[in-house]
Structure formats: structure tokens, C-alpha cells
Nanobody, 126 residues
């Protein structure tokens, strides 16, 4: 059974960086897109970034463009979200997800993603 496990969250000061990892087990995700989402307290879960199965195509929410970078290592069945220039408004629980899609939707929405990790907390604060 497919499991996704996020790691790498923590407390960081504004302007700092973190790299989140998402390790998949139980199923090889070479042919599936990976999405990163986040949910802040009292807010709906929102799409942050997506990478296609090949890794060639990526997209980002406007709020993180130029600061976050998504990548994948298919050989290790592991996926990453590099977050730079972090802001307090980036504070949220971050989730990785996958589903029956090889390419990323133009708008990163929850619907196509069937499998989710448990999330990792990112807190940006002084």
C-alpha cells in the first residue's frame, strides 16, 4: 500500500530556508505527478507546487513563485520542496500528495490527488 511520509519541517526565521522531503513506499511513483500543498490554521488547504512524472514540467502558486523549487528523485522514490526567503505567511502544515495523473493541472487543486502524507509543520517566526 502506498505511503507518503513528509519530513524536514521546523521553525525558521523570516528570510530563512527549509527543504521538505516526501518519501514514498509501497509503490513506485515514476509515472505520477507529485503535488505539495499547505494548510494554515483556519484556512483551506491550498496547492503550492506540482511536478510532472518526468520532472520536466513544474508549476507553482503565485505566492511562492521564485522562492520555492520542487524536484524529484525517481531512483529514490523521494520528492522535495526547497523553500527560500520564507515569510511568516508561509507558516502552515505542508503535505505531499499524488494521484492518477502524470502531468500537473494548470491550477493545483486537491481533487486529482488521491494519496496524501500526514504533513509536516513549517513555522516561520522570530
Amino acid at each position: 500500500q502506498l505511503q507518503l511520509v513528509e519530513s524536514g519541517g521546523g521553525l525558521v526565521q523570516p528570510g530563512g530556508s527549509l527543504t521538505l522531503s516526501c518519501a514514498a513506499s509501497g509503490f513506485t511513483l515514476d509515472y505520477y505527478a507529485i503535488g505539495w500543498f499547505r494548510q494554515a490554521p483556519g484556512k483551506e488547504r491550498e496547492g503550492v507546487s506540482c511536478i510532472s512524472s518526468s520532472g520536466v514540467s513544474t508549476n507553482y502558486a503565485d505566492s511562492v513563485k521564485g522562492r520555492f523549487t520542487i524536484s524529484r528523485d525517481n531512483a529514490k522514490n523521494t520528492f522535495f520542496l526547497q523553500m527560500n526567503s520564507l515569510k511568516p505567511k508561509d507558516t502552515a502544515v505542508y503535505y505531499c500528495a499524488t494521484g492518477r495523473l502524470g502531468s500537473c493541472p494548470r491550477r493545483i487543486t486537491i481533487a486529482p490527488f488521491d494519496y496524501w502524507g500526514q504533513g509536516t509543520q513549517v513555522t516561520v517566526s522570530t
